[in-house]
Structure formats: structure tokens, C-alpha cells
């Protein structure tokens, strides 16, 4: 299932599954000149275990049970960061468009931005 998503309807361009919003793009910018190359997974899991996770580039393994949703463009950082999900998320999700976002507070984990008092959220919507 580790293959793209879905191609859009009318265009056959891939859709836009996974945005930042500007605080998580600084952060990110952030994370990379501090630990280099990042990517992020999310798992199905409850409660952190549900929250997007970032890691050091290859320092979660991924495998058949997880979809590549978009590999991230952000503005400052010199390559794409992966954007991964367990399928078994996919699957309840996939037809939702995913916003990382930061809040306040300490998420529990080894996602990469714990130490900074801060945490990735997931904002989600559906496809339109």
C-alpha cells in the first residue's frame, strides 16, 4: 500500500493531501538545521499515539503497512519531507486533507519538537 494517493478527477494531477501551516513550517525549518533530513509518520494509535510524529530522516522504519501520503515542500528546507501513515489510518482517513499545525505543550513520544514545549497537531478536513 506504500504506493502515491489518490490522482485527482478531472486532472490526473496527484492530490494535495498534507499542508503546513506557517508556525509548523518554521518549526520544521527549525528541526532540520538542528537533526538534518526529517520525515513524519502518523500512526492510528489514541491519543499522542494519534498526533503526527517527527523523526530524524529513516529513523522510523516504514514498510508495506504504511502509505507515503507527500513528500512536504517547505520553503527553507533543501528536500521534501515524507509524510508517512500506517495504512490501517489510511483507511479511515483517506478521504480527509491533513493540516500539521504546532500548540503549546509537551507531547509524549520521541517526535523530534518535545524538548521545545511544543507539538505537532493534526487539523483535518475533508477532500474537497
Not at 9 to 20: K, L, S
Not at 33 to 51: I, R, T, V, W, Y
Not at 53 to 69: I, K, Q
Amino acid at each position: 500500500m506504500g504506493g502515491p494517493p489518490d490522482a485527482g478527477p478531472d486532472t490526473g494531477a496527484a492530490v494535495e493531501r498534507v499542508a503546513v501551516t506557517p508556525a509548523a513550517a518554521d518549526l520544521i525549518r527549525s528541526l532540520r538545521e538542528a537533526h538534518g533530513p526529517l520525515m513524519f509518520h502518523q500512526s492510528g494509535g489514541c491519543c499522542d499515539g494519534s498526533a503526527p510524529m517527527c523523526y530524524p530522516a529513516g529513523e522510523f522504519r516504514t514498510g508495506a503497512s504504511d502509505v507515503l501520503l507527500q513528500s512536504l515542500q517547505v520553503d527553507g528546507v533543501p528536500e521534501p519531507v515524507p509524510f508517512w501513515m500506517s495504512a490501517s489510518q489510511y483507511e479511515r482517513w483517506r478521504h480527509t486533507h491533513l493540516t500539521v499545525d504546532v500548540v503549546p505543550g509537551r507531547g509524549s513520544g520521541f517526535s523530534l519538537e518535545a524538548p521545545e514545549g511544543v507539538r505537532f497537531l493534526i487539523r483535518s478536513r475533508l477532500l474537497t
